[in-house]
């Protein structure tokens, strides 16, 4: 297996902490390099990052929550036993992670407008404000427990992912913060974390 990506994508790391929660091998190409851009160019039409290609089954699946989903399918059991509960029917927890994924995707779309010189207004201010809604929505809402869930896995990637790229101070939401601690202490993505 073949995981394409970045270790400062947020969406990457979801798929290479369950990758290794598994114990699965796979190889790891980091699409900034020319050999990485250029196979992300032939497999993946949209160019987002991840994609896992499974050799074995000349199989693409370039979206973390697909990836998520083909890989609880193949190896459920297997997650249940590492402590995971990532069941696609887990409606409630669906919706949480749907939240976090806006914020998240909100977070990566003003950073990189505001880093190609676009002003902070119109449709641009608006991603910033729906970061600060959506974490001030979560507040409360997400805590850390086992089995971890979809919505957990998401949250805790976006939140490391938040504070390495400064997008907000993070101590205006306590409790966000608190899961921030328990997940850094379970060790979840330890290894994974977001670098350059
Ligand atoms: N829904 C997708 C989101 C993937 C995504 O937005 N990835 C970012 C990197 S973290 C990306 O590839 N951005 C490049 C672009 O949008 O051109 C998923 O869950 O995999």
Redesign the pocket.
């Known amino acids: 297996m073949t995981l394409l ?2 270790t ?5 790391r ?2 290479r902490i369950l990758l290794n929660a598994l114990g699965r091998p796979y190889d790891f190409v980091d ?1 900034r390099t020319t050999a990485g851009a250029t196979l992300l160019g032939e497999v993946a039409p ?6 896992l290609v499974v050799d074995r089954e000349g199989l693409v699946l ?6 998520t989903d083909w890989l609880w399918a193949t190896d459920g059991l297997a997650f249940r036993a590492a402590g995971w509960d990532l069941d696609p029917a887990a409606w409630a927890d669906r919706s949480l992670q749907i939240v976090v ?1 806006g914020i ?2 909100a977070a ?2 003003h950073r ?1 407008l505001r880093l190609d010189g676009f002003a902070d207004a119109g449709y641009i201010a608006k991603q910033r404000q729906r970061v600060d809604r959506g974490l001030t929505w979560l507040e409360g809402r997400a805590t850390f427990r086992l089995p971890l869930g979809a919505s957990a896995l ?1 949250l805790g990637c976006a939140l490391d ?1 938040i504070v390495f790229r400064n997008v907000v101070e993070l101590s205006r939401w306590p409790r966000l913060e608190a899961f921030r601690e328990a997940w850094t202490s379970a060790g979840v993505g330890a290894g994974t974390e977001p670098c350059e």
């Not at 949209?46 to 994609?51: A, F, I, M, S, W």
């Not at 370039?62 to 990836?67: A, M, T």
């Open positions: 990506g970045t400062t994508s947020p969406y990457t979801k798929a699409t949209l160019g987002k990052v991840p994609v370039s979206d973390s929550s697909l990836i994924e998240l995707d990566i779309n990189y998401s992912w």
